[in-house]
């Protein structure tokens, strides 16, 4: 088998594809033919060096995937071979309120080994069935961005059917976020850096957009189209340069799920707005197992896809974590091993 490896440096140039032997599984784990992997930032950040310097190297990169059962060991109970199935980002997560020892257990970081390789061994409980209607390219692109976007939208005690939600940018967290507010029967607005992003994305059917590089200050026209008392939820991806924005934007009461920080992580906040209207922030980092299932639910009753801007293959690798450098991508970007 081959697996995707960083092998003596950072970098694109530190990348290549490795032969090596095939995994057998232990007590409690099923082997899985990896058929897709997608990337999210954290992982450019991995390669580039800057998500976690001291991780040691050789490192296969790379979070988040879908494949098929090819084996399983002793004491696996629900999993068999020929079962579709797409990991979890936090393996240790089974459910409820998270706590300092379950946000732990990701791969690809530096800590667990990735996934972008032909064969990977998981625990069991790491793993849940992919929806009949996904591909496994579009089941991989589900572990991290999608159960952050359910964990913001679906966990908003403030998202009703017509309520209002804002959503910045549309990568893959910011699109999913859109379509499950839309299934919860919220009226949205998405806010992007072009009106090219904002056309492919038209088929997601926000009811108004707004490009931020044209209007800048967009709260109060976001409030002017859609929601003049405020939104319920502001979905804040940009961080830094954003979250002034996004605190005139919320209504009173309203919460802003603070997910993304790509415009930086240090920022003044206007202290007098967020305490005069009451407003929650709210961090969210991924979720659990029993909270993935539920979306899973989800997405297969009400049919959703996610938005994939591209899909190359394994060998194409240096292509693809350059693509999600650009920035130019809507969506996802996913590396097929089929």
Not at 58 to 64: G, I, K, L, R, Y
Not at 85 to 103: C, H
């Amino acid at each position: 088998m081959r697996k995707l490896v960083l092998e003596n440096t950072f970098g694109f140039d530190g990348l290549s594809l490795v032969a090596c032997d095939e995994p057998a599984p232990g007590h409690g784990q099923v082997c899985v033919r990896v058929g897709a992997v997608s990337l999210n930032y954290r992982d450019l950040l991995f390669v580039e060096g800057s998500y976690n310097p001291r991780a040691r190297l050789p490192a296969v990169p790379v979070s988040d995937c879908a494949g098929v059962v090819t084996s399983v060991g002793p004491g696996v109970v629900d999993l068999k071979p020929g079962d579709r199935v797409v990991n979890l980002f936090m393996e240790n997560w089974a459910g409820g309120t998270a706590a300092p020892g379950l946000l732990s257990g990701s791969r690809g970081g530096g800590d667990k080994e990735g996934v972008a390789a032909e064969f990977v061994c998981f625990d069991e409980s790491a793993l849940l069935p992919v929806p009949d209607h996904l591909s496994l390219a579009e089941a991989a692109c589900l572990p991290c961005a999608a159960i952050t976007a359910w964990s913001a939208v679906a966990d908003a005690e403030t998202v009703k059917p017509g309520a209002a939600v804002l959503v910045q940018g549309s990568g893959g967290v910011a699109l999913f976020a859109l379509q499950f507010a839309r299934i919860m029967g919220a009226r949205t607005v998405l806010v992007s850096s072009s009106n090219e992003k904002l056309e492919s994305v038209a088929h997601l059917q926000p009811d108004h957009v707004i490009n931020y590089q044209e209007t800048p200050a967009w709260a109060k026209p976001a409030r002017a189209a859609l929601a003049p008392d405020g939104f319920d939820l502001v979905v804040e991806i940009g961080g830094a340069a954003t979250l002034e924005q996004s605190l005139r934007a919320v209504r009173v009461g309203g919460t802003v799920a603070m997910i993304g920080v790509v415009s930086g992580a240090t920022a003044p906040l206007n202290l007098p707005l967020a305490v005069m209207r009451q407003v929650r922030l709210q961090g969210v980092t991924v979720g659990s197992r029993a909270a993935m299932a539920d979306m899973l639910r989800a997405i297969e009753v009400h049919g959703l896809r996610p938005h994939i801007h591209a899909i190359v293959p394994l060998e194409d690798h240096r292509q693809a974590f350059a693509l999600m450098k650009a920035g130019g991508h809507t969506g996802k970007i996913v590396m097929s091993l089929e």
